[in-house]
């Protein structure tokens, strides 16, 4: 195993996915953001979008509440409301 502590600074932007902002997730994510049918079983029932990565090719689903972040490479991925409170800091709004 080898062990590395991230050193260098990354500046990421999110939205956070209220359940009613569809336009501006599809805006921020360039179309790569659509809602999920919870009938048709693709996802867990608490999903109710879902986000492309075009980094790694796949869709992931969304959660109400999450923050979408574009990361450095253009990627797109989900994020708790907790998780980007322990592991990030508001650089501007």
């Known amino acids: 195993m080898?062990?590395?502590?991230?050193?260098?600074p990354v500046e990421v932007a999110t939205?956070?996915?209220?359940?009613?902002?569809?336009?501006?997730?599809?805006?921020?994510?360039?179309g790569g953001f659509l809602l999920v049918d919870p009938e048709d079983g693709e996802?867990?029932?608490d999903i109710t979008a879902?986000?492309?990565d075009r980094l790694h090719d796949s869709w992931i689903?969304?959660?109400?509440?999450?923050?979408?972040?574009?990361?450095p490479r253009g990627e797109n991925y989900p994020i708790d409301d907790g998780v980007l409170a322990e592991t990030t800091e508001?650089?501007?709004s």
């Open 2 to 8: 080898i062990v590395y502590r991230i050193k260098l």
């Open 15 to 30: 939205v956070e996915w209220t359940g009613h902002n569809e336009s501006e997730l599809t805006t921020f994510t360039s």
């Open 43 to 45: 996802f867990a029932p």
């Open 50 to 52: 879902k986000v492309y």
């Open 61 to 71: 689903g969304v959660k109400t509440g999450q923050h979408i972040v574009r990361g």
């Open 90 to 92: 508001v650089v501007a």
